[in-house]
């Protein structure tokens, strides 16, 4: 069942340093203000990448309200990446989990077990994702786009509801995903891994003469899982002994679509997603094979962009969205020895359209302000969960509406004062305000100091106000989750291709929703925690000239419930990465290596998981055959054995992960 028995909490955000390269194919103009001098070295303002999602314009990373983060198409391929989880994984402040059904993101300690990472929010080419049921995206095969398609992702850190409103909590994850231009032909991509785990994917996007741009994709994924699975909590011998027998089978299918010409594009996508469930997930019958889960979503966009003469910039979408949820579970109703077992189903179907309106322009020179606007319609609430014992379901409809407007302003070429503020209404709770303000001071020619402050807020979703089962009743009265952050980030060039980043951050999370056991027995969702953050994060990064990069970074975090004075579950204290790209022979043969640590995590039910060290090994090879590329991969090379903390809808206190495994993959272009 979708639910999240923990103090649930996601995180306010790190401070990753952006790999100083950049996709000149995807810059947008550049802000026509005062930038700041990094001495005398034009080579050195030239690589410092920008990114758009921190401002809504594109703007150089060292100016941005915020820590930033990017990954390239070229790192998704030569670090041999399978699925979105384990891109995020590789940046500091960031881990991924899973429970065997769903993979989930943990960013600064806060990552609690069952959370559906509802409080980052996911774009997709700059549209609004996560779902209105339940907040949901995920980061294994059920993730909307196929990572080969990835063209970049901008990871922006930080309370960012002063411009997009809900979800954004601790921070924005945009991807952005290829266009006609970028593909230029046709491309055929297939793997094979551990598990008879199959990917198979197509490709297509060409820029015509007549300014037409077109792209599509389709993908197709199979994973038979491990046949055999040992949980010490089921070990006897009425279930098997502990043993689950062909229960983790995945397949995933995708499909997406873009469509360009002049100022007006038009953007579809679909993603299906089944889940067996080896762990016998709210007492379930174990090893029945009939456990599953099924998540399908969709979108179409209409998006509107212009320039105007005067630089004034102007965008507006229009979109569709649909999201659907379905749940087998088997139970055991027997009683008095009459065996009598059934399936528990679950079925949550949300649809939703939404408007959105802003506009971009440099004033007296020194002023970059943003403005805009938003309404969405989620017009179908649909949950329902019902088996031969019980029928309930509910069908809301909400809207919500927000204007925001921020104001970049240079004060000088070397100190700029970013503030935003936006405010939402949405017909479930009433109105919330969200500022943000940042001042950011180029120093010592090519060192950067940002002083950042920021709320941010989570509105209840209907999961949480309506869910009726399991010992669930609803919750109509709650209020949204209130985040209050400040960050101080140092950023350094030692040299053009030498980086470092010093953060410190504390943060303060009120009215966490979480389920609460009432006096009674029922459960029901309640607005009860009260969360302190503290951190810090250092990172160095090099980016050598003969294709060689590396970067290293540590990380540590202390999340405490402000009352009982606790860890909080699943929050490592501390983490440690290595990442390493190194051509082994010019530009066609590339060796990518991962290293992590993470300190031992406080489990739901009691107790603790252990540290552990991974270690990911890929050799990636192109440009011996034209359009012909080739890796091979092994992940946890030195087969560790770990576990991440359960949620307390398992019996088990900690669910074992994958050990050594393989992947081989061929990409060819027509």
Known sequence: MKICNSIAINCLIFSTMALPQTNPALAADEFSGPEPHFGSSDVLFEDIPSVYSASKYEQKVTKAPASISIVTADEIKKYGYRNFGAILASLKGFYSTSDRNYGYVGVRGFGLPGDYNSRLLLLIDGHRYNDVIYDSFYTDAGFPVDIDVIERIEVVRGPSSSLYGTNAVFGIINVITKRGRDQNGANVKASYGTNDAYKTSFSYGNRFSNGLEAFVTGTYYDSAGYNRLYYKEFDTPQTNNGIAVNSDEELARKLMTKIAFGDFSLQGLYVNRRKDVPTASYDTIFNSQAENTTDEAAFYELKYDHTFDNQLNVQSRLSYNWYRYSGNYPVDHSADRVPFLGINKEL?????????????????????????????????????????????????????????????????????????????????????????????????????????????????????????????????????????????????????????????????????????????????????????????????????????????????????????????????????????IAPLWTDKVFLGYELQYMSGRKTVLGGQVGDYVISNLTVFTQNWVKGLELSAGVYNLFDEQYFDPASDAHKQNAIEQDGLQFRIKASIDF
Do not use: C
């Not at 939404?354 to 943003?370: N, P």
């Not at 029922?522 to 810090?536: A, F, P, R």
């Open 348 to 580: 949550s179907d949300g649809q939703w359209w939404r408007a959105e309106l802003e506009a971009s322009k440099v004033f007296w020179q020194d002023h970059h302000v943003t403005l805009g606007g938003q309404y969405q319609d989620n017009f179908h609430q649909f949950q329902t969960s019902y088996d031969v014992a019980t029928y309930v379901s509910s069908d809301a409809s909400t809207y919500q509406w927000a204007l925001f407007v921020q104001d970049d302003y240079s004060i000088t070429e070397s100190l700029t004062f970013n503030a935003g503020v936006r405010y939402d209404y949405f017909s479930i709770f009433g109105s919330t305000v969200n500022p943000r303000l940042g001042l950011i001071y180029n120093f010592f020619q090519n060192s950067t100091v940002k002083l950042l402050y920021g709320t941010a807020f989570r509105a209840p979703n209907q999961f949480e106000l309506n869910f009726i089962g399991a010992g669930i009743i609803a919750s109509s009265n709650l209020q949204p989750e209130k985040l209050e952050t400040t960050e101080l980030i140092l950023e350094h060039y030692f040299t053009p291709q030498l980086r470092a980043e010093f953060n410190l951050f504390h943060t303060d999370i009120s009215n966490i929703i979480y389920l609460t056991t009432l006096a009674n027995g029922d459960l029901q969702h309640q607005n009860v925690g009260n969360i302190e953050s503290n951190g810090l994060e250092i990172q160095l990064e090099q980016l050598f000239y003969n294709g060689f990069q590396g970067r290293v970074s540590y990380s540590w975090q202390e999340n405490k419930d402000e009352v009982t004075h606790q860890r909080l579950s699943n929050s490592p204290e501390h983490m440690v990465k290595l990442n390493l």
